[in-house]
């Protein structure tokens, strides 16, 4: 028993090497139909590391031919199968300059756009990435409105958008929990602006009443008025806006005391 699989494993070996050492003839070879013919068969069996080499030679040495087409696209593809979103993307916003009359430029402009969502990062990170997304699905939706790809890209970009104002909010609750009154009213403010309709509107604006008596509380007794005023409106806009809110009777009680110290 040991024995067979003594000579199994040996017969393996010697298959691998010579299908390496075939593997770099045509590599180095100057045959370009034999490179096309294997880069496929590569493709097919999904070893997209080796039909990537194949496919760039093809491509580099008739550019303008079918076949250099096909291997443009397939090296972008490979890429994208592989997980390597940044060099895929390059590849398939590329292939659409460069064979601008391709029936396949939907198709690569949609990749390299999902190429881009595919790198956007946790929303606690930099969101440099999810910007770049949005913009490029944009682009996406915006040349072919009629793409039955659209309703698609409409959820992409509210999930990244909704990357972006879940770190925005985290960023106003953070200014929250360390007590900082008037950095945390003005990401409020702008994050109320920014996003009218999330589902945390209610709760910034809860806190923005709660950091405005405080930064009112703290204030030098030239500003103290002022911003006593600005949470009683900032309270009443409340109430319009959200009357059945699970806040108020805590705001109103608030409210009473500010009314009793006037």
């Known amino acids: 028993m040991k024995l067979l699989v003594k000579i199994c494993f040996s017969l393996l070996i010697a298959t691998l090497l010579i299908a390496c050492s075939d593997y770099n003839v045509i590599l180095k070879g100057d045959n370009y139909e034999e490179k096309f013919d294997a880069a496929n068969e590569f493709y097919q069996e999904k070893k997209y590391d080796r039909c990537i080499v194949l496919y760039e030679q ?3 040495h008739t550019p303008k031919s079918d076949k250099g087409e096909v291997a443009y696209f ?3 593809n490979s890429y994208y199968l592989l997980e390597d979103y ?7 916003s590329a292939y659409t300059q460069r064979f601008p009359y391709s029936t396949k430029n939907e198709e690569a402009l949609f990749l390299s756009a999902f190429c881009s969502v595919k790198n956007s990062p946790n929303w606690s990170l930099d969101q440099t990435e999810t910007l770049i997304a949005i913009n490029n699905v944009q682009d996406f939706v915006d040349k072919y409105p009629n793409s039955n790809l659209i309703d698609s890209c409409n959820r992409v970009i509210d999930n990244l958008r909704y990357k972006l104002e879940l770190k925005d909010y985290n960023k106003a609750i953070l200014y929250n929990k360390t007590e900082n009154y008037r950095s945390f009213i003005t990401a409020a403010d702008i994050f109320n602006d920014t996003y009218p309709r999330s589902i945390y509107r209610e709760k910034i604006k809860y806190l923005a009443i709660i950091n405005n008596l405080k930064l009112a509380y703290n204030s030098i ?4 008025n002022d911003r006593i005023d600005q949470t009683i409106e900032r309270y009443r806009n409340f109430a319009i806006e959200f009357p059945s809110s699970s806040y108020l009777k805590e705001l109103e ?6 009314k009793l110290e006037q």
């Open 58 to 60: 093809v491509y580099q």
């Open 74 to 76: 397939r090296l972008a």
């Open 86 to 92: 940044y060099m895929a993307g390059y590849y398939f």
């Open 221 to 224: 007794e030239s500003k103290k």
């Open 253 to 258: 009680e608030l409210y009473s005391g500010i």
